[in-house]
Each structure stands twice: as C-alpha cells, then as structure tokens.
C-alpha cells in the first residue's frame, strides 16, 4: 500500500515580507516562482564554470554505485579539479542522499532541473532513521518486506527548474534528483537562539544541544532499565514511551 503523495505548493511574486510575515511561520515546504536571481540563470553554462573554476582542486564524494549510503558510507573522498568536476557531473543523472538537517534551508535552483521529495519530521517513525539519515535507498521503490512502515509516511513532491526556489524547513527529509546539469546553492539559516546550537557545529550537521544533552539522559535511562528482567523493561520502557508522547509530542495536527 503506498503512502500519500502530496505536491508542494508553489507561490508566483512573493515578496520578502510575504514570505517571513504569513509563509515562513508555518514551517512547511514551499517553491518561490518568479524571484530574479540575475544573470547567472543564464551565464552558469558548463563552459562558464569550468573557466571560471579552473583547476583548483575540490573534494568529492566517489561511490561505485548511484545511490550512496551515508549510513554504510558505501564512498570515498577523492579531490578533483574542479573543471573536470563540472564536466563529469554534466555528463549524467545524479541522486543525492535522503537526510535531514538542523536548519532551515533555501535550495535555489539557478540552472537545469531537479526533482525533490521530501518527508514531513512528523513522519519520522516511519523513515527507519540511523541518526538524521534514512536506511530507505531507493524511495521509488523501496524493499516494502523490510522496511513495511514507510509505506504509511506522507511524500511531498515537486519539480525545480531555472529560477525555483525551494524552502526546505529544518528537520524535513529530502532526497534530490537531477533530472539534467545544472547549478543549485543552498543558502542555511540558523533560526533558533544562538545558544540552542553547538557552537563548533560550523555546518548545522550536529542536533541543538538540548536534543542531544535529552538524547544523552535516555541512554543512560535505558541502561538504567536493562538491569531489569525483560518483562518489567518491557513494561515500563512502553509506559515510558507513553510518557513521552504525552508530555513532547505537538498537540498540533498539520
């Protein structure tokens, strides 16, 4: 049984006030039409980046499969000039990772096309997550006999061209597939108090440190618990689930 599909909405002329007064609040996905970002939707050509790049060298993940797996970590890290990046990368499809990150994202979509599908943190049970990472390689298809929850998880979809500006909330899950070459930047964002955030966290990979200092707390509750007979951890591991879902877990329906 495959689980919803639903289409990110996409907004035509918003202006920067729209987006942060009405839009940005409600912490959902969103794909900007229609904003200028200049010249370079049309002067980013494999040609004008292999020039400008030159040879200065760049590191790169090499996998020897399409889909790499950042769990197995199934690559190695190789250096590569960086023309001879832009031109290996012009020459096929390329997927990137389904994952997570701590910050909110705008993923600009300045040449070429992408498809990007994306998981609500609500649906989080259901991703069979190894920290921020998905076990699930292949969402289009996935091994429903091993992994039979993520059939229920909510898929978000939509489809970037030149000039598309994607908001990718924090904690959301996507998973990204160039359709053809092209140029995306993604611009991240740190929007909770400072002090919320590892201060040597310098890529936003690291949970905030509450998350982490509460993900610390129930490790040591669950060795506290394994001292138990298994049907007394049993019960008041599930009665602690519980308590968790009562006192954490939003109120809010999306």
Same mark, same amino acid.
Not at 72 to 93: C, G, H, I, M
Not at 150 to 172: H, M, N, Q, T
Not at 190 to 202: I, N, R
């Given at each position: 049984?495959?689980?919803?599909?639903?289409?990110?909405?996409?907004? /035509?002329?918003?202006? !920067? /006030?729209?987006?942060?007064?009405?839009?940005?609040?409600? !912490?959902?996905?969103?794909?900007? /039409?229609?904003?200028? &970002?200049?010249?370079?939707?049309?002067?980013?050509?494999?040609?004008?980046?292999?020039? *400008?790049?030159?040879?200065?060298? *760049?590191?790169?993940?090499?996998?020897?499969?399409?889909?790499?797996?950042?769990?197995? +970590?199934?690559?190695? $890290?190789?250096?590569?000039?960086?023309?001879?990046? *832009?031109?290996?990368?012009?020459?096929?499809?390329?997927?990137?990772?389904?994952?997570?990150?701590?910050?909110?994202?705008?993923?600009?979509?300045?040449?070429?096309?992408? !498809?990007?599908?994306?998981?609500?943190?609500? @649906?989080?049970?259901?991703? $069979?997550?190894?920290?921020?990472?998905?076990? *699930?390689?292949?969402?289009?298809?996935?091994?429903?006999?091993? $992994?039979?929850?993520?059939?229920?998880?909510?898929?978000? /979809?939509?489809?970037?061209?030149?000039?598309?500006?994607?908001?990718?909330?924090? &904690?959301? #899950?996507?998973?990204?597939?160039? %359709?053809?070459?092209?140029?995306?930047?993604?611009?991240?964002?740190?929007?909770?108090?400072?002090?919320?955030?590892?201060?040597?966290?310098?890529?936003?990979?690291? @949970?905030?440190?509450?998350?982490?200092?509460?993900?610390?707390? &129930? @490790?040591?509750?669950?060795?506290? &618990?394994?001292?138990?007979?298994? %049907? $007394?951890?049993? #019960?008041?591991?599930?009665?602690?689930?519980?308590?968790?879902?009562? +006192?954490?877990?939003?109120?809010?329906?999306?």
């Amino acid at each position: 049984m495959a689980g919803q599909h639903l289409p990110v909405p996409r907004l /035509e002329g918003v202006s !920067r /006030e729209q987006f942060m007064q009405h839009l940005y609040p409600q !912490r959902k996905p969103l794909v900007l /039409e229609g904003i200028d &970002l200049g010249p370079c939707t049309s002067k980013w050509t494999v040609d004008y980046l292999s020039q *400008v790049g030159g040879k200065k060298e *760049v590191k790169i993940h090499v996998a020897a499969v399409a889909q790499m797996d950042f769990i197995s +970590k199934n690559f190695v $890290y190789r250096t590569l000039p960086f023309d001879q990046l *832009v031109q290996r990368a012009a020459e096929e499809k390329h997927k990137e990772f389904f994952v997570s990150e701590v910050m909110d994202n705008l993923l600009i979509q300045v040449t070429g096309k992408k !498809r990007v599908v994306l998981f609500s943190p609500r @649906d989080a049970q259901y991703l $069979y997550l190894k920290g921020t990472k998905s076990e *699930v390689l292949n969402i289009d298809n996935p091994d429903l006999a091993k $992994y039979p929850l993520f059939s229920k998880a909510r898929r978000y /979809e939509c489809s970037l061209e030149a000039g598309d500006v994607l908001f990718i909330p924090a &904690l959301w #899950f996507h998973n990204v597939i160039s %359709e053809e070459f092209g140029v995306g930047v993604n611009i991240f964002w740190k929007h909770l108090p400072s002090e919320c955030y590892d201060k040597t966290d310098t890529y936003g990979n690291k @949970d905030p440190t509450a998350a982490s200092r509460a993900a610390q707390i &129930l @490790d040591r509750a669950l060795k506290t &618990l394994a001292e138990l007979p298994e %049907e $007394y951890r049993d #019960f008041y591991a599930r009665r602690m689930v519980l308590h968790i879902q009562d +006192k954490a877990y939003s109120k809010n329906s999306e």
